[in-house]
């Protein structure tokens, strides 16, 4: 519904609040949340602030009445002169206020709390605040050039009907330090930026899209094309007048491709042929044989034991092989993902017999479960409503242990616990059993009283009756009314392909966090659940987009902020990377606890536990993962994977034990190579082609003739060569 929607219904309320007769819940409590008095980090907190406690941001106002009118013996309030409480005179600073000065002097907020402190500082006749929602409006600000600062309204929705304008009443929170509200709906743009400012009352929240782009900036023409995709990409680079990159080329598409679907780089002889090739068609045939190789399942087993914690302290080796192997397999029949989590959601048995109940075995607790299973089918992030109401987010702590008593049944028969550590009672060595008990529920933590699930999103109440909730849950993930999953998952697989999510941080979707494109969002979901829920389908689609094949960025280019109008440049990850060198070196690699795994992309576990009583290459190898960023999967995300930079990790690629090891082999391709007799430009063509996928220019190997000419051995000389390709950007990078 518009604003101007309101004004042609006749009930809108005046914009000036009535500060006369200021009432308790719809004036003066949301001051202490304009003021930032209930904040976590002042009086909100978990102790409160000199002795003064408050509910944090207000989610219970009922408390906040008592705090201030009727503890620490009433003193905060003064009702012979209410100019002098206690509550004002700190607010404007005329006493010492550790929170500094909140408010000026004879300011709304000011009135309001004066004039309800004289008229006897009264409760409400209700504490039901009686509007559904809010709503920003405009939803969304395009500010070009010099423009800097524009006007908002923030409109409650009555539950009587009509609407009421709380501009100056409401909180803000801004994406960028760059955005700045202020009490008379102004907003001001100091910087070339794309944002969300998110306005906050009475536990109700609205974001609006604020954008603001260079004046020089050019319209761009209309979208010439069909694919969906690069359609709603376009219209979006169009808003902002951001061209988009063109095409990237056949070798930087390869290694992508091959990267993105496959986890690994190209032998010579596929980078020659697909070089080669001059069909029109030949990146979409390349596409389809990845889609097919037994290395895209394995890629997708690797994403998701990380996200479903398969590694070996809980679910002990055997353990974490069948699980990733059920995975595998999962991912190698195109099984829809909904029936996945439902097979997952559903698990018993034993976990040695039934793969999938490792799920459960490191997710000992019904609250932890439950926060699993939100963040990673749901895409939300929940944690903060178990102790009370989400800050951001419509999530309560009701909706919190309604969906955690859905897994308050599970229970464990612990066959056999060979753990090494005795002491340690988060690590399981042996077969488990997963059963359902036929009672459990969670608490409601205010009252203790027994919460029977609920779907998140306002979903049925389940009665105590329901045999198995956690089935009815798996089920309820892939239907058309959950408004989660599609859009969940179309972002990870995004996210997977193009190094950026939609939604940003990937499993954080709330009304405050705006898709940077929704419409794009919106198509891949709906795409995804047309395709019946199948992983390839949507991956093809994305990676046949233009989007996805546009080349990265340049020096010079215009900051898209984030819109894909370039492909994002990032580094290789710490099994592409091992695995890279394994090509390319023709080497194979080694892995702790893993023998028979050939691929860093292929290990059940993460190896890493082993590392440290493991001699030799194989601790080498380990340990090569873990600096570049491999997880140890102890929590439920994908940020646990870490993309940075360090300079342990250049101690790895210049001189560490694994690259030593792999460039010195006899056995490796140098040696081979050296051996057949192949000439030094064959040679150089054969590295460039595994490494780079492209052929080397005229200069590199006139470069390379003379390092090789120089060195006494040519053995040692094609080591440096070879040395010197692996540490290039070229190679290290996804372009």
Known sequence: MSFFLYF????????????????????????????????????????????????????????????????????????????????????????????????????????????????????????????????????????????????????????????????????????????????????????????????????????????????????????????????????????????PKGVCSDSIFLRRAFLDLNGQLPTPQEARAFLADKTPAKREKLVDQLLDRAEFSQLWAMKWSDLLRNEEKTLDAKGVRLFYDWIRRSFQDDKPLDQFALELLSARGSTYSQPAGNYYRGLRDPETRAEAFAQVFLGLRIQCARCHNHPFDRWTQEDYHRLASFFSRIQYQVLENNRRDILDKHEFAGEQIVWLSRSGMTLDPRTRQPLLPRFPGGGETLSGQTPDWLLELGKWVGKKDNPFFAPAQANRVWFHLMGRGIVEPLEDFRSTNLPINPPLLNALAEYFTQKGYRLKPLVKAIVLSQTYQASASAPGDPDDFGNFAQAKVRSLKAEELLDGLSRVLDFPARFPGYPEAERAIAVPGTGLRYSAATRGADSSMAKFLQSFGKPSRSLTCECERSEETTLGQAFHMISGPVIHEMLSAPENRIGKLLTSGASDEKILKEFFLTALCRYPSVQEENQVAVIIKRSADRRHGWEDVVWGIVNSKEFLLRQ
């Open 8 to 243: 042609g219904i006749g009930l809108v309320l005046p914009a000036q609040v009535d500060s006369l007769s200021p009432n308790f819940l719809n004036e003066v409590a949301p001051i202490l949340s304009l003021g930032g008095c209930n904040q976590g980090a002042c009086h909100g907190g978990l102790h409160g602030k000199g002795g003064f406690k408050l509910s944090l941001r207000g989610e219970d106002p009922a408390y906040d009445y008592d705090a201030l009118v009727k503890q620490a013996g009433g003193r905060r309030i003064s009702n012979p002169i209410p100019s002098e409480s206690l509550v004002v005179q700190k607010a404007i600073a005329k006493v010492p206020h550790e929170g500094g000065k909140r408010f000026k002097e004879n300011s709304i907020p000011y009135t309001l709390l004066v004039n309800w402190i004289a008229q006897g500082s009264l409760p409400p006749k209700s504490w039901d605040p009686g509007i559904t929602s809010i709503e920003i409006v405009p939803k969304e600000k395009l500010l070009v050039g010099e423009e800097k600062e524009f006007s908002i309204r923030v409109m409650a929705l009555l539950k009587k009907g009509g609407v009421r304008d709380v501009t100056s009443l409401v909180a803000y929170d801004s994406s960028d330090f760059g955005l700045k509200p202020t009490l008379d709906g102004k907003v001001v743009c100091d910087e070339f930026m794309e944002g969300t400012l998110a306005a906050r009352f009475l536990g109700k929240q609205a974001p609006i899209r604020v954008i603001r782009i260079p004046q020089e900036t050019k319209s761009l023409p209309p979208f010439q094309g069909e694919n969906f995709i690069d359609k709603a990409v376009y219209q979006k680079l169009a808003q902002i007048r951001i061209p």
